[in-house]
């Protein structure tokens, strides 16, 4: 599974967010950012993420899972 699959079944989950997906053989480090975060904790952020990508996760095509999560401010004071 190619980073940009990876990146359009988290896009269908979390409409509004932007994906970037690094992938290293069967690991996968996905950063969304989106207002969906929003006063979420980190483990809530992650499992948005991991909803997404359930299925592959179970069926193998997934072996690690790396998520990430941001809102649009705190992203922008990350790249400052």
């Keep these: 599974m190619d980073a ?3 990146a359009d079944l ?3 989950a979390l409409p509004g967010c932007e994906v970037q997906v690094q992938v290293d ?3 996968y480090m996905v950063v969304a950012v989106g207002d969906v ?3 979420l904790s980190t483990i809530k ?3 948005l993420i991991n909803k997404a990508l359930f299925q592959q996760v179970m069926d193998g095509t ?3 899972l790396h998520p990430r999560a941001f809102t649009p401010a705190e992203w922008a004071e990350r790249q400052g």
């Design 25 to 27: 053989g069967t690991h």
């Design 62 to 64: 997934i072996h690690a």
């Design 37 to 39: 975060f929003e006063g």
């Design 4 to 6: 940009t699959e990876v």
């Design 10 to 12: 988290v896009k269908d």
């Design 45 to 47: 952020r992650q499992q």
